[in-house]
């Protein structure tokens, strides 16, 4: 065997025993062992929110991301492609009279007020929050976003 082969051979020699190291006593985040089964986490009030148009704005901790919902959805229907509760207080058309934010206009069809089909799925982006405990301890400090115009 020339020299360069030699070489290669011993380099892929060494990370395979390397590699093989890395596996013993390999643990999770949360700390148990990667072979057992996960534990369901405890059950949470799912939202803290009450009805719609009680509960402030939730803050939003960096930028770019999308308005939180501080309400509860769990007794709104589905969205399907004919029906969309969301739309009844935060479309163009109602937002001011349920004084409720309006959808952004980056939501809106080119220079009107219908929804653009790719923003329908309101709950794609727009989450309600948990009052939950983080799975692992993280120090996440958010901050204060730039405001972005009509984007409530």
Known sequence: MNMPTKLAVAAALAA???GCAQFAGVSTLRGSDVTTADA???AQK????KRPGVDQPIART????PPLIPHAVDNFDEI???DNQCLECHSP???KAKESPQVADTHLHAGTKAIEPTRYQCNTCHVPQVNAQPLIANNF?????TPIANSR
Do not use: N, S
């Not at 960096?62 to 991301?65: I, L, N």
């Not at 400090?141 to 976003?145: E, K, Q």
């Open 93 to 95: 058309e109602t937002a």
């Open 46 to 49: 799912l939202y803290p929110g």
């Open 40 to 42: 369901a986490p405890t």
């Open 141 to 145: 400090v958010g901050t204060t976003p």
């Open 16 to 18: 395979m025993v390397y």
């Open 80 to 82: 399907t492609v004919t």
């Open 62 to 65: 960096f930028d770019g991301q």
